[in-house]
């Protein structure tokens, strides 16, 4: 079989990209031969696609990121087999498959089922070693937008609770944010909030690799996600905290469908405490159904079976 492209945008600090590379990085064993290219430019793009032996194209597509690509190019290209990764509700019609990560979209109406594949979340190992802390350590990262509900972790923590070390790692987005206003006035709005002496509060900003994003999320007791509803996408920091098997809380939210139940949500009867005490029991069924191994092996699928039908 010919190799398969996957395409990416070019800009690290972005949720987007990071998720395009890892799910190429994942497939460093797979049974078929991945090729990666970042393109900023129809005409990058051109030269590259033209000069290639491809049947297929895996594009890692953004409305916000990839501006150029356009669904009349998609159209006029009856060379090769053009498949999505899913992100959110903007999509192109034109395409010959929708890769779905862990759920499919909110209400199953975006993508005709025949031609929507479900494949497990592209998690990460993680074989670093875990702090022991004096003080309950509760974590979280991304970027700081105020749908993130950094600020409301903040001062639920900070009502509820004491004695607690609260770790933010909060890089600056490259495209969503790019003059950090928006982050530098959730941090402030954080730190306005943080009128309870025993809670600490310790903020990082430097963009990190995923292997020292992951040694973070290993430091903490538990980790902790607010997010606000804000589209139809999967989140996807709940892949790096499920990476390093520590306790997980979230706000529901439709972002994080994939993982809700009860165990994990905060409510006013179920506390980032009692989700701490419940260690990671909640989260074994996602540990074992997105293995890294059954990732590669579900994408390998995908085109095998697609090729044997041509």
């Given at each position: 079989?010919?190799?398969?492209?996957?395409?990416?945008?070019?800009?690290?600090?972005?949720?987007?990209?990071?998720?395009g590379?890892?799910?190429?990085?994942?497939?460093?064993?797979?049974?078929?031969?991945?090729?990666?290219?970042?393109?900023?430019?129809?005409?990058?793009?051109?030269?590259?696609?033209?000069?290639?032996?491809?049947?297929?194209?895996?594009y890692?597509?953004?409305?916000?990121?990839?501006?150029?690509?356009?669904?009349?190019?998609?159209?006029?290209?009856k060379?090769h087999?053009?498949?999505?990764?899913?992100?959110?509700?903007f999509?192109?019609?034109?395409?010959?498959?929708?890769?779905?990560f862990?759920?499919?979209?909110?209400?199953n109406?975006?993508?005709?089922?025949?031609?929507?594949?479900?494949?497990?979340?592209?998690?990460?190992?993680?074989?670093?070693?875990?702090?022991?802390?004096?003080k309950?350590?509760i974590?979280?990262?991304?970027?700081a937008?105020?749908?993130?509900?950094?600020?409301?972790?903040?001062?639920?923590?900070?009502?509820?609770?004491?004695?607690?070390?609260?770790?933010?790692?909060?890089?600056k987005?490259?495209?969503?944010?790019?003059t950090?206003?928006?982050?530098?006035?959730v941090?402030?709005?954080?730190?306005?909030?943080?009128?309870?002496?025993?809670?600490?509060?310790?903020?990082?900003?430097?963009?990190?690799?995923?292997?020292?994003?992951?040694?973070?999320?290993?430091?903490?007791?538990?980790?902790?996600?607010?997010?606000?509803e804000?589209?139809?996408?999967?989140?996807?920091?709940?892949?790096?905290?499920?990476?390093?098997?520590?306790?997980?809380?979230?706000?529901?939210?439709?972002?994080?469908?994939?993982?809700?139940?009860?165990?994990?949500?905060?409510?006013?009867?179920?506390?980032?405490?009692?989700?701490?005490?419940?260690g990671?029991?909640?989260?074994?069924?996602?540990?074992?159904?997105?293995?890294?191994?059954?990732?590669?092996?579900?994408?390998?699928?995908?085109?095998?079976?697609?090729?044997?039908?041509?």
């Open positions: 079989m010919k190799p398969i492209l996957i395409i990416n945008h070019i800009g690290t600090a972005c949720g987007v990209y990071q998720f590379k890892r799910v190429y990085e994942l497939l460093e064993n797979s049974n078929h031969e991945f090729m990666y290219v970042e393109v900023d430019s129809l005409e990058k793009y051109n030269s590259i696609v033209d000069k290639l032996d491809i049947d297929y194209i895996v890692n597509w953004h409305r916000g990121t990839m501006p150029w690509l356009t669904e009349d190019i998609i159209n006029k290209d060379k087999k053009h498949y999505f990764l899913f992100h959110e509700e999509i192109f019609n034109s395409y010959d498959k929708y890769l779905f862990g759920d499919y979209d909110v209400n109406k975006l993508v005709p089922k025949e031609k929507s594949v479900l494949l497990p979340r592209p998690l990460l190992q993680y074989n670093g070693e875990y702090k022991q802390n004096s309950l350590t974590g979280t990262f991304g970027f937008f105020w749908n993130k509900g950094i600020h409301i972790l903040t001062k639920l923590v900070n009502d509820t609770m004491n004695d607690v070390e609260l770790r933010f790692h909060l890089p987005a490259e495209f969503s944010d790019p950090d206003e928006q982050s530098l006035a941090i402030k709005q954080c730190k306005r909030y943080l009128t309870n002496k025993s809670i600490s509060l310790n903020i990082s900003r430097e963009f990190l690799s995923e292997d020292k994003i992951l040694e973070f999320l290993a430091d903490n007791a538990i980790n902790v996600f607010m997010y606000e804000n589209g139809e996408g999967i989140s996807s920091v709940i892949d790096y905290a499920l990476s390093v098997k520590r306790p997980i809380a979230v706000r529901y939210c439709q972002m994080f469908r994939h993982i809700l139940k009860n165990d994990i949500v905060i409510t006013d009867t179920n506390s980032i405490l009692d989700i701490y005490n419940r990671i029991s909640p989260l074994n069924e996602f540990y074992t159904k997105w293995n890294i191994s059954n990732f590669i092996k579900e994408m390998d699928k995908v085109f095998y079976e697609e090729s044997n039908t041509n």
